[in-house]
């Protein structure tokens, strides 16, 4: 039973930060193209872990934390308003490559010259 409340609480928190992510005024969190990959909170909900990946790279990325860090109590304080939790987790957020990962392996798929009427010829055959 409190597995499924960490779930629900977990997907509750990355939705409302994903929104106040938008209103956040910090050029280091505005100039680039941020996404949450995960979130992770602890049983007791003392801690979230929250791992950001930029399109820009794993540098933009770490660059982006250090704002969001800045602004951690603004956020945290938004946070406790918007899911009216009893106790707010304290938040740590993480840089990821992820996004930049998965670019380029979409990158070298798309650059690989595969004919559509080759690999169907091949499954006629």
């Known amino acids: 039973m409190a597995n499924h409340k960490i779930g629900r ?9 994903t929104a106040i992510f938008r209103e956040l005024k910090d ?5 680039v193209f941020l996404s949450i990959v995960r979130v992770e909170v602890t049983n007791d909900l003392s801690y979230c872990t929250v ?9 933009k990325s770490k660059g982006a934390c250090k704002g969001l860090d800045s602004a951690a ?6 946070l406790g308003h918007r899911l009216k939790l009893r106790h ?8 990821t490559d992820s996004i930049e990962y998965s670019a380029e392996i979409s990158r070298i798929l ?11 010829e091949d499954n006629a055959q």
């Open 9 to 17: 609480t977990t997907e509750d928190i990355k939705r409302e930060l």
């Open 27 to 31: 050029p280091r969190v505005t100039e």
């Open 51 to 59: 791992y950001v990946s930029a399109l820009e790279g794993l540098e």
């Open 73 to 78: 109590g603004y956020i945290r304080r938004e």
């Open 88 to 95: 707010v987790p304290s938040l740590i957020f993480t840089a």
């Open 110 to 120: 798309n650059s690989l010259d595969i004919k559509e009427n080759d690999n169907e």
